[in-house]
């Protein structure tokens, strides 16, 4: 297994539960890919961005059990949305069925004009109406931004509402998604099920919760190595032979599963293999979207809600690490020694996100940090009064794979041409966007394979939450699947 991501590690605990021994090799000193945490020279450990999921994320769950992690999120049952004239608009519940048990929330969604609120309303009744089909219909080959159009959203629909869901969930502005992901994100979050919509958090850094996927493999036989860069993949008649180590060393076994970025892959194969398979080149395709994380520590309280969402701001999220459990962990030496204040103190920690941030790479760290804070002030009053202490910049330029109109296309299967060598990753061909539950799928649909190959037909991969009896009667009238 090459690569210590959630694909590499679901995989890993998978196959180990399924009686392989699997032995991991990750370049970095910690597990978790692009969803862990580190610790800073003052001694905090922080996560290197906010990450969470969503009651429709059945897989990630699946693997936080195994992991022995599933205690360690928190999930809350209420969004709160703030926009620039400081209206707060709660997404929440009511006691109606799916799909209609967020509609009293829409209605008084009151960022939009009720004109505006209507055609939502009557948008998410036509997803309703498509059910989880994924093809067919007006969806075919649209942007999102088109689809939206045509089913006669006002711009300020567009922005205020569909926009503030969907940039963030999906990392890419609307007119560069494929109208079938946004969709989706609908369809198995707010229409489907009361629990789509319920956002899970870590209450620990993000690096906490592999601490069981070592024990899983390693009980097991296994073996995770941190620190350990593979640099090839030597092929001998059409089958993996070796990989090569960064120091030159070359390691064999049965199996190769590949769960690293999808540039990273390319890496590794020889350039001939690339060139021959269509599945390896198409990669170049696909392209990718950023997102910066901002990290701001304040010498008081300026926030109560665990987390807020803007509506009409570059900052698209506000969490309260202090809140919410997961913010300024320091050790007994550095706590003394650093110069935030820990959440006991008074002070707080707060991250800020911003998906699809291609305005932001462009510009310095200062600049960022200066916009964001004077967004905190207006949409937090307290912030005039506090001090920053301390703030931190994470620009990720290749955060997720883009998904734009046909980027399916370009998603190789997990079982590759070549015999023993399997593929892992958010981007591989899963069906959901990149996250979380995007990687944790693949690393399960690549277990899956490699049980198969080995004659064992066992199905990993756990089913969406059920869709609900209305939801059901919804879909069934659809004409488009
Ligand atoms: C800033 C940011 C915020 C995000 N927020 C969310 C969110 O809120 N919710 C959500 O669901 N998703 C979110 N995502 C997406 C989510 O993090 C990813 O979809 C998921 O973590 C991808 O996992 P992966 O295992 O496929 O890839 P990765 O996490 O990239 O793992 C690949 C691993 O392979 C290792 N590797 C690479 N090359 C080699 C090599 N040659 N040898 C050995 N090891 C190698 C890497 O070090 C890495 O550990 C976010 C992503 C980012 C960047």
Redesign the pocket.
């Known amino acids: 297994m090459?690569?210590?991501?959630?694909?590499?590690?679901s995989s890993a605990v998978a196959l180990a539960e399924a009686g392989f021994r699997v032995r991991l090799?990750?370049?970095?000193p910690f597990?978790?890919?692009?969803?862990?945490s580190y610790t800073l020279p003052s001694g905090e450990h922080i996560d290197?961005?906010?990450?969470?999921?969503l009651g429709c994320?059945t897989n990630?769950s699946d693997f936080y059990r195994r992991a022995g992690a599933e205690g360690l999120i928190k999930f809350y049952d209420e969004l709160t949305f703030v926009d620039r004239e400081g209206r707060r608009s709660i997404m929440k519940a009511s006691a109606l069925p799916a799909p209609i048990h967020l509609a009293p929330s829409l209605a008084l969604y009151s960022s939009v004009a009720w004109n505006g609120r209507q055609r939502i309303g009557r948008a998410m009744l036509a997803i309703a109406r498509r059910g989880g089909c994924n093809s067919g219909g007006d969806a075919d080959g649209a942007s999102m931004l088109e689809w939206l159009r045509l089913h006669g959203q006002t711009e300020e629909a567009i922005e205020r509402f569909w926009s503030v869901v969907l940039v963030?969930a999906l990392?890419e502005n609307l007119a560069r998604t494929d109208a079938r992901y946004g969709l989706d994100v609908f369809w198995k979050a707010f229409l489907s099920n009361r629990a789509g919509y319920l956002i899970g958090i870590p209450t620990v850094p993000l690096g906490t919760l592999y601490g069981g996927c070592r024990a899983a493999v390693e009980s097991r036989g296994g073996e995770v190595v941190l620190r350990?860069?593979?640099?090839a993949l030597r092929l001998r008649d059409n089958c993996v032979a070796a990989i090569e180590t960064?120091d030159g060393r070359e390691e064999s076994a049965d199996l190769y599963v590949a769960?690293?970025?999808h540039d990273?892959l390319l890496?590794?194969l020889p350039p001939s293999l690339i060139e021959r398979e269509p599945s390896f080149s198409n990669l170049r395709r696909l392209r990718v979207s950023p997102?910066?994380?901002v990290h701001f520590w304040f010498d008081r309280e300026i926030m109560s809600e665990p987390f807020l969402t803007l509506v009409d701001r570059t900052t698209q999220w506000i969490f309260n690490k202090s809140k919410l459990g997961a913010g300024h962990f320091l050790s007994a030496a550095s706590s003394t020694a650093s110069s935030g204040p820990s959440s006991g103190d008074g002070g707080q920690y707060l991250q800020l996100?911003i998906?699809a941030s291609y305005d932001l790479l462009i510009r310095s760290r200062q600049e960022i940090v200066d916009l964001c804070l004077r967004e905190l002030r207006e949409v937090l009053p307290e912030t005039r009064a506090a001090n920053l202490l301390k703030a931190t910049v994470?620009k990720?330029p290749?955060?997720?794979f883009s998904p734009e109109p046909g980027a399916d296309r370009w998603r190789p299967a997990q079982r590759t041409k070549v015999p023993n060598l399997f593929l892992?990753?958010?981007?591989t061909a899963t069906g959901w966007p990149?996250?979380?539950?995007?990687?944790v799928r693949?690393?399960y649909m690549a277990a899956e394979e490699i049980l198969a190959a080995a004659g064992v037909s066992r199905r990993l991969v756990k089913p969406d939450l059920p869709v609900e009896a209305l939801a059901r009667r919804f879909a069934a009238e659809s004409k488009a699947c």
């Open positions: 090459i690569g210590g991501g959630l694909a590499g590690l090799l990750e370049q970095r597990l978790g890919g692009r969803a862990s290197n961005c906010q990450h969470v999921t994320c990630l963030s990392d350990a860069p593979v640099r960064a769960a690293v970025p990273a890496d590794l997102i910066t994380g996100v998906s994470i990720e290749a955060a997720t892992a990753g958010d981007w990149a996250t979380m539950e995007g990687a693949s690393g």
